[in-house]
């Protein structure tokens, strides 16, 4: 099971990467980053996407029906995670696509992967199904 290194190397063979970090969208920061960001800075890109994330994540509209992650519900399997409110968020600009990926943990699954695409080169498909597999085997803790 790799850990966050490990996975943000392997979100960065995507095709088009630019950048991938794992953040946590209770405190806005970059747990760990690499590649390049937008405005150059990691961790205000960081902040901004996590503000994006915690929006969306609050707001009934956008999670499933009954959905109880925070009050220590346990998710599909009864592995013990808890279910993120939101599988992921795509952002798409006209050169880049930027994927956040919320990440299954078993505390209250406030961390996600933020990949950005470059769009001429990146496989947003392609780079959905990765990051979902990359964090059901992401290993925190």
């Known amino acids: 099971m790799p850990g966050i290194d490990e996975c943000l190397l392997e979100a960065m063979r995507l095709p088009g990467a630019r950048g991938a970090a794992l953040v946590d ?5 970059a747990l760990g980053a690499v590649g390049e960001f937008p405005g150059g800075d990691h961790e205000a890109a960081a902040a901004e996407a996590a503000e994006v994330a915690r929006l969306t994540s609050e707001q009934r509209a956008f999670t499933p029906d009954g959905y109880a992650g925070h009050d220590g519900a346990e998710g599909a399997g009864g592995t ?3 279910d993120p409110p939101v599988e ?3 952002i798409s600009n006209r050169d880049s696509y ?3 990926r919320f990440v299954p943990t078993s505390f209250d ?5 933020h990949v950005w695409l470059g769009r001429a080169d990146g496989n947003l498909a392609l780079a959905r199904i990765r990051l979902g597999e990359m964090a059901g085997r992401l290993v925190l803790g």
Request: proline letters at 0%; a negative charge.
């Open 88 to 90: 992921d968020l795509i």
């Open 109 to 113: 699954s406030s961390v996600f992967l």
């Open 98 to 100: 930027h994927v956040l």
């Open 80 to 82: 013990g995670l808890v």
């Open 25 to 29: 969208w209770t405190s806005g920061l």
